[in-house]
């Protein structure tokens, strides 16, 4: 199962309190001061895990405390210090921390093996044996250890990937990605087989690889809540180019050029935006009419690809079944990663 956004609970360790201890030895009547320090309480960090591809398993789990620190002893000996955890999360996990009504970023994992600290494990207490002096040789003063620091964050998943395949259900996105990638989702005829996001590594000669995330259809209204609704869009977000699938044969009962701007509105309403703060509908597009070789009426196509022409919009006609076009298609979507690749795009400073 695929969950994109789960809120969780941390509470990293309290820490230790210091400990009160005279040295107790025969023949010496007032030993000094020897109460150690209290051991730090545990922090809590988050990895990211290329192995993972889902938040699900914080939806059986939703509390996590670190170790507590142990407290000091007489003899000088400090607590132990509570155990650190560490909490697996998919690459392109970002976080968020609540602060009242507000959700704050505090992090952002996109690099496997990244490994950001979340709430930090109280200092111990010092035990009596740091605070004897010349005046006071034998102080009766220790220190509580320090509570860790408690945080209400949601995990928010967005895939990284370079291209996001967009269209209306069945217009043959999972079929392509099956086509050009080593992802196999379901394909089946009719609408709304893809109901969570796929991703898929497409490699051209000459070692030019990118990653494609096919996310589930669009219909109107979906930025109402029609369908599966923008749900998914958030998977787009990050992508650098966005490959619109068009089904121009005559199966769907619909005009191909509705699709495509039905499809252009909706991603207009989406609010989401990347971190240079760019829209889904300001991205690169490229558009592949699909199903060429059911191509019943070829005024269809034509009227999409004058439409298209007048829009600056590239067109490539294509069939994700027989493999028709889909070189020309994937070079010319290679060259705009390609571009995007070396202009990067500057972050909006929050
Ligand atoms: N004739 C023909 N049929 C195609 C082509 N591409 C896809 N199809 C068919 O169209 C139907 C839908 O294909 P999918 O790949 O599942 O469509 P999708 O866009 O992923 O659909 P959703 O997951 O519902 O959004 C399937 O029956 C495919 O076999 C094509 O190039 N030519
Ligand atoms: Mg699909």
């Not at 320090?37 to 993972?52: E, T």
């Not at 320090?146 to 996105?173: I, M, Q, S, T």
């Amino acid at each position: 199962m695929f969950v994109d956004e789960v809120d969780i609970h941390v509470a990293a360790g309290h820490g230790g309190k210091g400990s009160l201890s005279f040295r107790r030895e025969k023949f010496v009547p007032r030993g000094g001061p020897n109460g150690g320090d209290g051991g730090h309480g545990g922090s809590v960090f988050l990895v990211a895990d290329a192995n993972l591809n889902t938040l699900l398993n914080y939806r059986f789990q939703k509390a996590f405390e670190a170790g507590r620190g142990g407290h000091g002893e007489g003899s000088n000996r400090s607590g132990k210090s509570g155990g650190d955890i560490d909490l697996a999360v998919p690459v392109g996990t970002v976080v968020y921390e609540r602060r009242g009504d507000d959700l704050v970023q505090i992090a952002d994992l996109t690099e496997t093996g990244q490994r950001v600290l979340v709430a930090k494990g109280g200092l111990g207490g010092r035990g009596n044996a740091q605070f004897a002096t010349s005046t006071n040789r034998a102080p009766r003063r220790v220190e509580p250890g320090l509570p860790g620091e408690e945080k209400d964050l949601r995990f928010h998943l967005k895939l990284l990937a370079d291209v996001g395949l967009v269209g209306f259900p069945n217009a043959g996105k999972s079929t392509l990605i099956s086509r050009i990638s080593a992802a196999r989702p379901k394909i089946a005829d009719y609408p709304f087989t893809t109901l969570t996001p796929n991703l898929g590594v497409v490699s051209l000669p000459g070692d030019r690889t990118f990653v494609v995330a096919d996310v589930p259809g669009l219909i109107e209204g979906a930025h109402e809540g029609h369908g599966l609704g923008h749900r998914f869009l958030s998977h787009l977000e990050r992508t650098k180019v966005l490959v619109h699938v068009v089904d121009v044969s005559s199966a769907s009962g619909r005009d191909p050029l509705d699709d495509f701007e039905v499809i252009v509105r909706e991603l207009t309403l989406f609010p989401g935006r990347d971190a240079s703060g760019e829209r889904l509908a300001d991205k690169p597009a490229i558009v592949a009419a699909n199903k060429t070789d059911a191509l019943d009426d070829p005024s269809r196509l034509e009227r999409l690809a004058a439409h298209l022409q007048r829009k600056r919009i590239p067109l490539y006609p294509v069939s994700a079944v027989t493999g028709d076009g889909l070189t020309p298609l994937l070079e010319a979507v290679w060259s705009e990663v390609a571009r995007q690749r070396e202009t990067p795009s500057t972050p909006v400073v929050e």
